[in-house]
């Protein structure tokens, strides 16, 4: 799939340049040759990328890097050419050129700013199953970190664990994608500065966890590089949820709190709108009905079975990041996520069932972030009769 979007890409970007430099007049001038020249180098970008992975044996950390790079590059000097293109076309040379300067002026603040600058977003759930010591307790929830892809890992982990701790919650819930491809990128210094965010964190693993999207599966077997990143979280501090239930207790109460862990079965079905997950009746095994339950699951389309099953009065996912790309003039507002997921961003109530879907603070594919920007939830749980 991803071979055949990039050839497609590649291609609508050279039948764009070929019709336009062929309907100019001037043939055959040393700028001429330039704009060609460059149109085709930066056309076959998406090309190059595809080629380099198909001649490497794995995909390090660095090339990792490569790649993302070189969808940048294309996304920025290519798509402003296309818009140009348009209103050339429609001879309104001068609102093209216009326009083409703000886009990539607007893909140039993605980058930089729209990357990093982290929005903190404020819930209230309401519920008269919540019990009554709970009652105002706060919680925050981040997702989809990507570290190995961040660009300033220092800055940026930095930027997260200040944010989250400023907001003093009661406890801290992470749901999925800690890593990018594999367990190396929780160096030392990575998980020093995740170290840093203060409060109980509890975590589940997301399908970038499980060390399934490493080329070089011999060196870098997956079962292990799974464990691996399960193992670094718990060294942390974290308390990582593997298909189980934890009970949060205030005073004489509590609610319970489950984690389901990523399968690896499901890695090329990740994008599908339906999901199994047939040991559902396990991992609540033995949770009162009765209690208020969070779960922590990174795939938001296991919600509808999680609901089936009674369970999942408040659940928090992660995964889709509204694809990085999100015009928001109302409400949740509108990404291409919504082409591939029934459910891609913030918060969707059902009955007594509510999904929050939280659009991540890390990135992948491009380091870019255009209208759905870093996220960090602060969620209060509200006692309702």
Known sequence: MLLTLTLILTLAAFAAD??????????????RRVLIGWALATDALPLVSALVGAVSRDNSPALM????????AWIVTVIPRLLYYVFHFLKLRRTGVALAALLTLFLVWGTTLGRTRIRVNRVEICSDRIPAVFDGFRFVQFSDAHVGALVR?????TRLADTI???????????????????AELDAQTMALLQRIEGPVWSVTGNHDVGTYIHDSIRFPADVEARTVVERQRAMGWCVLEDTTVYLR????????TGISFDPALRKRRHDRHLPADNLPEIYAGVPESSYNITLVHLPQLWELVTAAGRGDLTLSGHVHSMQFKIRPWG???SPARWIYDRWSGRYDEGRHTLYINDGTG???YPMRLGAWPEVT????????
């Open 153 to 157: 890992p220092e800055r940026e982990l």
């Open 250 to 257: 205030r005073g004489g109460d509590s609610i319970s709190l």
């Open 165 to 183: 701790n400023a907001l003093h919650p009661d406890a801290v819930f992470f749901t999925g994608d800690l890593v990018n491809i594999r367990s």
């Open 378 to 385: 602060l969620f209060t749980l509200k006692r309702c009769e």
């Open 332 to 334: 949740r507002g509108w």
């Open 18 to 31: 070929w019709i336009h430099f062929r309907r100019q007049r001037r043939r055959g001038t040393p700028a």
């Open 363 to 365: 990135y992948v594919a």
């Open 65 to 72: 890097t490569l790649y993302m790079w070189l969808i940048w």
